[in-house]
């Protein structure tokens, strides 16, 4: 096939004294693209006060679409926290039981990051029912270290979910006494091309 030139006026592509085709492209990334096409979502536990050790959040894709899971933001308040060692943020592959599920309270929050889409994430989310929820099998896979203070850490974990599988996020807020105020926030899109 032969490809003249069209100088790059209008609809037409210029091709160089080298036979090399000109064009202007626009690179998105996966994430960008998710968003544009309605398939990026913002799940959050919301406030849960926490005094041990908690099962937080539970998320299960039940997509045929793959789910990526970008990253997770915890989020802990005032207390009286221990002047040694961190908040420990662990993270769970395919936990199945421990009260965190069995106990099951749906998270408030599963929104569509694309204001002007109405579609809707197909998952099971739950979120810490009370303090000491539990979450008692899977693989632990990540644990994060987050300051023993009132913060909030954001973490990129970069984990993918196919139809099926589960993560689960404990933490443990490591206090003297009292309690604290904590949530999570999981930010992901499904991707188009699995």
Known sequence: ?????????????????????????????????????????????????????????????????????????VGTGAGSYNTTGEVQIQITRNPSAGTLISNASAVPQNANRNFGSAKTLTATAYKAAASGNTITDGTDIILIGAPNAQARTFAEINLLLEKGNSIGVEVNPNLSSGSVNCYIACICHLITDN
């Open 1 to 73: 096939m032969k490809v003249e030139s069209g100088s790059g006026n209008g609809r037409e592509a210029k091709v160089g004294n080298n036979n090399r085709l000109f064009t202007d492209n626009v690179t998105t990334t996966e994430a960008v693209q998710a968003l544009k096409d309605g398939d990026a979502y913002n799940l959050n536990t919301g406030i849960v006060s926490i005094s041990a050790t908690t099962g937080m959040f539970y998320l299960k894709n039940n997509e045929d679409k793959n789910l990526l899971i970008e990253a997770v933001v």
